[in-house]
């Protein structure tokens, strides 16, 4: 089966920090790898290697099996690459539901030509994209807050709506940076069973996430990073029971 996403020799560095060093890595459709590793190991940074936010130095990134080389963000987003941002990055005086809207902007109906020519279809268009996000969000439970605006909601409602966003997009690669951080309750468990349902519906998932349960609960496989570097891959109970993780990790000696 063809992976969802393959990245082979993958090198980028900012002066002299390496922040990937060889990567080379597969996810498939259904699968959520997990990946872990200290602050500054170079986790975002694959992201935005992946997303197109940043340059490659040398190596090569494919997203079912065509090259992304040469993309700008805004095509990789429409070729399918869906993602979650470590600090959320809503805009605080739109309400929930125009958060969500926004983002497909670029995928669909919305030019100044249609909107010339064809103010019909744009209007069609427009409909179904609230539609569409009226139903992520009450898969989230926060239908209720679609007119609220984002500054009225919890810490947890946000990361939700973080989520429900890059669900906009039906792509199949999913990556979700720190989806957890500082979650908690409900928000908790409705993220956990999102993230399953989404890889159940056929998305290749790619997890950035320091609570260790988390990652135990949902990944197959996970790797471990610093430096840039993949220095373990596994299960989950194969690199918890890793000494490299242990003294790089856990031990502190890099977090
Ligand atoms: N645009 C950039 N310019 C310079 N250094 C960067 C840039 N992006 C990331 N870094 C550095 O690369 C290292 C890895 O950062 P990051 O990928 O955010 O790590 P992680 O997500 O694993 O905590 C850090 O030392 C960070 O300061
Ligand atoms: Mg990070």
Request: hydrophobic share 45%; charged share 20%; aromatic share 6%.
């Amino acid at each position: 089966m063809q992976a969802v996403i393959q990245i082979k020799d993958l090198n980028k560095q900012f002066g002299g920090i390496v922040v990937a060093d060889q990567i080379g890595l597969e996810v498939h459709a259904g699968e959520i790898l997990g990946l872990i590793g200290p602050n500054g190991a170079g986790k975002t940074s694959l992201f935005n290697l992946i997303s197109g936010l940043y340059a490659i130095d040398s190596g090569s990134i494919f997203l079912n099996g065509k090259p992304l080389a040469g993309m700008s963000t805004v095509q990789r987003a429409r070729q399918g690459i869906a993602r979650t941002w470590q600090h959320m990055r809503l805009f605080p005086s739109m309400s929930v539901l125009e958060n969500l809207c926004v983002a497909t902007r670029h995928f669909g109906a919305e030019n100044i030509l249609n909107l010339i020519v064809r103010p019909l279809s744009l209007k069609q268009a427009q409909a179904s994209t609230e539609q569409k996000a009226m139903h992520t969000l009450e898969r989230m439970q926060l239908h209720g807050l679609a007119h609220s605006s984002i500054g009225d909601l919890t810490f947890g409602q946000q990361k939700l709506v973080g989520l429900a966003r890059a669900l906009m997009n039906d792509g199949n690669c999913l990556l979700l940076d720190e989806p957890m951080a500082g979650v908690e309750g409900a928000a908790y468990e409705t993220i956990k069973d999102i993230v399953r349902e989404e890889a159940l519906s056929g998305r290749a998932i790619c997890v950035v996430e320091h609570n260790i349960s988390f990652v135990k609960d949902l990944c197959s496989t996970a790797i471990f990073m610093a430096n840039g570097k993949i220095l373990e891959r596994g299960t989950v109970d194969d690199l918890l029971a890793s000494k490299t993780l242990e003294t790089l990790y856990f031990g502190g000696a890099a977090a």
